[in-house]
């Protein structure tokens, strides 16, 4: 984003997401984070594979 955060849609099985939270977190995340904001919603389908916008 132009202030330097990074949004990440992510969609699939609640556990699966909650995995890839803790990801991000961890200390195996490629990079820095400084921290993590969630916000969950209903999956709307469409994604099919992985994109860098």
Do not use: N
Not at 8 to 22: I, K, N, P, T, Y
């Amino acid at each position: 984003m132009a202030d330097g955060r990074v949004q990440v849609v992510a969609e699939g099985s609640r556990e699966g997401c909650e995995e890839f939270l803790d990801w991000l977190q961890g200390d195996d995340t490629p990079g820095h984070v400084d921290g993590v904001t969630e916000i969950w919603d209903t999956p709307r389908g469409g994604y099919d594979g992985f994109a860098i916008r």
